[in-house]
C-alpha cells in the first residue's frame, strides 16, 4: 500500500486525485490550511490522515509539521493546491505577488525540502501539478506565471538533483480546467463560466495517477494536457 502527501485536495484536481487513490486503499495524507479544513478533509476521506500547514506562509511550515507527527517513508508527493489572482503587472502590488509565489512555488520548495528524506527512503515520486501558464505567459497573468515558471524551474532542477537516487519528479500542465479556481479567473476576467468547456478534472487525474503508476524503468518528466473539446 502506498503513502501519498497530497495538497489541493479540498477541491479540483486534488479532490479527483484523492478520491481515486482512497478508493484503491492507499494511504493519503492530506494538508489543510487548518484545523477546521483538516475536520472536513477527514470527514471526506475516512481513514486519511491530515496535516496542518498554511501554504500561504512558507516560514511558518517547518514550525507548523515538526508539532505533528511525520509518515517515516513517503511514496509519493502531489503538490496540486494553488492560489491566482489576474491583473496588469502596472497594476500589481507586492502582496499580490507575495500571496501567488508563496503557495504557488516557495511552499512546494519547503515542503519538498520536508519530506525529502521519507521520499528519498521510499525511492518516492514528487508531481507538481503545474500549469499551461506554466509555459506560456499571457497579459494580465504576470505574477501567477511567473510563479508557475518558477515551479518548472524547481522541477527540472530537483529531477537532476534526485535522480541518481530513484526520486522520480513529474510536472503536469493542464490547461483550463473546470475547477473553483477557473471559476473565479472567469469572474476576473468578466466572461460566464461554463464548465463543460473545460477538462473534467477527473481526466487530469487520470494523468497524475498514470505518472505515479509508472513502473519503475521509466519517468514521466512532462505532461501537457489540454481540452479535447
Known sequence: MATHLITGAGSGIGAAVAR?????????????????RAKEL????????????????????????????????????????GVVDLGPIGDLRPKTWHQQLNANLISPAEL?????????????????????????????WGAYAASKHGLKALADSLRQEEHAGGVRVTSVYP?????????KVHSQEGKEYVPAKFIDPESVATTI?????????????????????
Request: hydrophobic share 45%; no cysteine.
Open 20 to 36: 481515486r487513490l482512497h478508493e484503491r486503499g492507499d494511504e493519503l495524507l492530506l494538508l489543510a490550511r487548518d484545523a477546521g
Open 42 to 81: 477527514a470527514g471526506r476521506f475516512p481513514g486519511a490522515r491530515t496535516l496542518v500547514a498554511d501554504l500561504a506562509d512558507p516560514d511558518r511550515i517547518s514550525k507548523s509539521l515538526g508539532m505533528q507527527p511525520m509518515p517515516d517513508r513517503l511514496d509519493s508527493l502531489l503538490h496540486i493546491a
Open 112 to 140: 519538498t525540502r520536508l519530506f525529502l528524506p521519507q521520499l528519498r527512503a521510499a525511492r518516492g515520486h514528487v508531481l507538481f501539478v503545474n500549469s499551461g501558464a506554466g509555459l506560456n505567459a499571457h497579459a494580465e
Open 175 to 183: 490547461g483550463r480546467t473546470a475547477s473553483p479556481m477557473q471559476a
Open 209 to 229: 495517477v498514470m505518472a505515479i503508476d509508472l513502473p519503475r524503468d521509466a519517468e514521466v518528466n512532462d505532461l501537457t494536457v489540454r481540452p479535447g473539446r
